[in-house]
Each structure stands twice: as structure tokens, then as C-alpha cells.
């Protein structure tokens, strides 16, 4: 079992539809977690940061932590073209840090 | 803030060559940076953790005679691919944590490298 699992896609959704990406994990001892966005030939960039279990929310982005389920997950509302972009999960713990594959979106207009 | 600025962008060389490429921090000092590669489709690989003042570590696999890493101050390392192969074309990426161990890490704009 990978350490980090993440579907890569792609998953597309129409203009103003709400996208939902998930990661799940197996190491227990993850205690941060982050999500960034990566457009084509660009490096990732960190779109959420969240320590605890719950919710954070950020403008249009909502990120969500499940500790308890080993399972994060990353809403974005009223989805726009320019959100197409591939989203990669991480998490650490110390100074080990994860990433899942990466997911691809892509919003048609 | 914490941005990190990466360059070249993207570099075409000829087989048997070298090319240096270099991170830096704009505006924090990272004692530690770090050094991936990406695929097409691919998730990020951990090629070595640079430490300012000390030697680099590599990850399992990766060479560390071909990949040479340098760290010579709080705000830039580098990573320079020697005697490149046509394998060796890939997307390198940088990042640095802008503060302690379990910060994020904040990436360059990655470097497009070519082997002809």
C-alpha cells in the first residue's frame, strides 16, 4: 500500500460546479497537511495548510481533514476555467514530507 | 511571502555537458532546501536535501557525482547535472521551508531541462 494514495484523473466539471479531490493515507503519524496547485511547466504552488482534524476554509477553497479515516479532502466552490490545474496532496510529519500523485482538473467554460 | 525564484526556466544542452541550476530564497533564509524531479504525470520525487554549510543528502537511487549540490549560503542553492544524458531530461523543481520543520515548503517555478 503507497503512503499516499490520490486518483489522478483526469476529472473534468463544468464552469461553476463544485470540485471535490481526496487523498488518503496510511501513516498514522501525518500530523500536517497541505494541498497545492501546479499549472503545466509551473512548480506547485501551496493553495491550504491545515494542521487539525475539520475544516479550513479560504476563499473558494474548503480543506478538509479526517484523521480519524486517514482521509483529506479539497472543495472548490463556483469552479472557474482558470482552476484547471493539476492539485497535489502532502503531508508531513517532521521532516518527512509525502505527495500524492496528483490529480488533474480541468473546468470547462 | 516565502517565495522561492528558480532559474533557468527551461535549458536545452548537448549530451556530455553540465548545467547549473539555481534556487534561491527572496525573501527568508532556508538553512535547508530541497530538490525534486517530476515526470510527466508523475508526483514529485525527492532527489536530495541541501543543508546550507554542509554536504547534501541523497535519496536512495540518486547520484551523487552526477548531481552535484551546493549550498553556500542562507538564500541559494544549486544543482548542477554533469555530463548529461538524454535520461537525464526532466523537470527539476526546489523548494525551501520558510520556517521550522514542519512548515510548508514553498517551490520555484521549476526547470525544464533538455538533453539533445
Known amino acids: 500500500q503507497k503512503e499516499v494514495e490520490q486518483d489522478p484523473g483526469p476529472l473534468s466539471v463544468p464552469e461553476g460546479a463544485i470540485v471535490s479531490l481526496n487523498c488518503t493515507y496510511s501513516n498514522s503519524a501525518f500530523q500536517y497537511f497541505m494541498w497545492y496547485r501546479q499549472y503545466s511547466r509551473k512548480g506547485p504552488e501551496l493553495l491550504m495548510y491545515?494542521?487539525?482534524?475539520g475544516n479550513k476554509e479560504d476563499g473558494r477553497f474548503t480543506a478538509q481533514v479526517d484523521k480519524s479515516s486517514k482521509y483529506i479532502s479539497l472543495f472548490i466552490r463556483d469552479s472557474q476555467p482558470s482552476d484547471s490545474a493539476t492539485y497535489l496532496c502532502?503531508?508531513?510529519?517532521?521532516?518527512?514530507?509525502?505527495f500524492g500523485k496528483g490529480n488533474q482538473v480541468v473546468v470547462i467554460p | 511571502g516565502a517565495v522561492v525564484s528558480q532559474h533557468p526556466s527551461r535549458v536545452i544542452c548537448k549530451s556530455g555537458t553540465s548545467v547549473k541550476i539555481e534556487c534561491r530564497s527572496l525573501?527568508?533564509?532556508?538553512?535547508?532546501m530541497f530538490w525534486y524531479r517530476q515526470f510527466p504525470k508523475q508526483s514529485l520525487m525527492l532527489m536530495a536535501t541541501s543543508n546550507e554549510g554542509s554536504k547534501a543528502t541523497y535519496e536512495q537511487g540518486v547520484e551523487k557525482d552526477k548531481f552535484l549540490i551546493n549550498h553556500a549560503s542562507l538564500t541559494l542553492s544549486t544543482l548542477t547535472v554533469t555530463s548529461a544524458h538524454p535520461e537525464d531530461s526532466s523537470f527539476y523543481i526546489c523548494?525551501?521551508?520558510?520556517?521550522?520543520?514542519?512548515?510548508?515548503?514553498?517551490f520555484g517555478n521549476g526547470t525544464r531541462l533538455t538533453v539533445t
Open positions: 502532502a503531508m508531513s510529519a517532521g521532516n518527512r514530507l509525502a
Open positions: 523548494s525551501a521551508r520558510a520556517g521550522q520543520s514542519d512548515s510548508p515548503l514553498h
Open positions: 525573501d527568508f533564509q532556508a538553512t535547508t
Open positions: 491545515t494542521y487539525s482534524s
